[in-house]
């Protein structure tokens, strides 16, 4: 595609609820990341992909956020047991190389009731 | 550890006024650095980028100078528009096994007709 696409653009889930956020990098694209960004807040990483490779999951806040790219291409984060401070747009990126330019999805603005 | 100060918005100015938004950083190795924008309703999009010291990045008008010295990365525009008014994120990315990208606060800009 032209872009990098994220869907669902917008979620809301009842505390306690099981989510998952895709992303899909533009095609070829070898490396993937993902961030969160609070309201009023810039972009915090979260966890970083080469191919199907997750190198970096530093960025995790808890072991409820899972994040997989099994075939190198298409990305799902996964947040379980979801709690109100999950609330915050999740972003996904992707670029050529780990050095290179980042492209930025439009985000999944995630709302935990 | 590595982290990035911006100056706090909003910033108001007139058509045709004269643009500073401050940034500093601290890093562990050598970093890239980064300004990206967000306009209104839009996604993050990269604005300009420098990857040593002394490098100069510019686009649209925008321009920062790597300073290693001073550890800032100020961006400056001679005559703003009202199209440029967004939000600005100054970002730093270090290799630690993957690049990691550390965002800034951001800076939002009101440029008045």
């Known amino acids: 595609g032209a872009g990098v696409s994220q869907s669902p653009r917008y979620k809301v889930a009842k505390r306690g609820q099981d989510v998952a956020l895709r992303c899909d990098p533009i095609?070829?694209?070898?490396?993937l990341f993902w961030y969160q960004q609070a309201l009023g807040q810039g972009p915090e990483f979260l966890t970083y992909?080469?191919?199907?490779?997750?190198?970096?999951k530093s960025g995790l806040p808890s072991d409820r956020f899972f994040a997989e790219r099994p075939e190198g291409s298409v990305s799902t984060l996964k947040i379980q047991r979801t709690q109100q401070e999950d609330s915050a747009v999740y972003l996904c990126?992707?670029?050529?190389?780990?050095?290179?330019?980042?492209?930025f999805g439009p985000g999944t603005r995630l709302t935990v009731l | 550890g590595n982290s990035v100060t911006q100056m706090e918005g909003p910033v108001t100015l007139s058509e045709e006024a004269f643009l500073t938004i401050n940034c500093t950083y601290t890093?562990?190795?050598?970093?890239?650095l980064f300004w990206y924008v967000q306009y209104p309703g839009e996604g993050l999009q990269l604005l300009l980028k420098?990857?040593?010291?002394?490098d100069k990045g510019s686009n649209k008008g925008f321009e920062a100078t790597y300073r290693k010295e001073t550890t800032s990365f100020h961006l400056e525009k001679g005559s703003v528009q009202v199209s440029d008014s967004a939000v600005y994120f100054c970002?730093?990315?270090?290799?630690?096994?993957?690049?990691?990208?550390?965002f800034g606060a951001g800076t939002r800009l009101f440029v008045k007709a």
């Open positions: 990126a992707s670029s050529l190389g780990s050095g290179a330019e980042q492209f």
């Open positions: 095609s070829g694209h070898v490396s």
């Open positions: 992909f080469q191919n199907e490779a997750q190198l970096d």
């Open positions: 890093a562990t190795g050598y970093p890239s």
């Open positions: 420098a990857t040593k010291a002394d």
């Open positions: 970002a730093l990315s270090v290799d630690t096994g993957g690049f990691k990208t550390i």
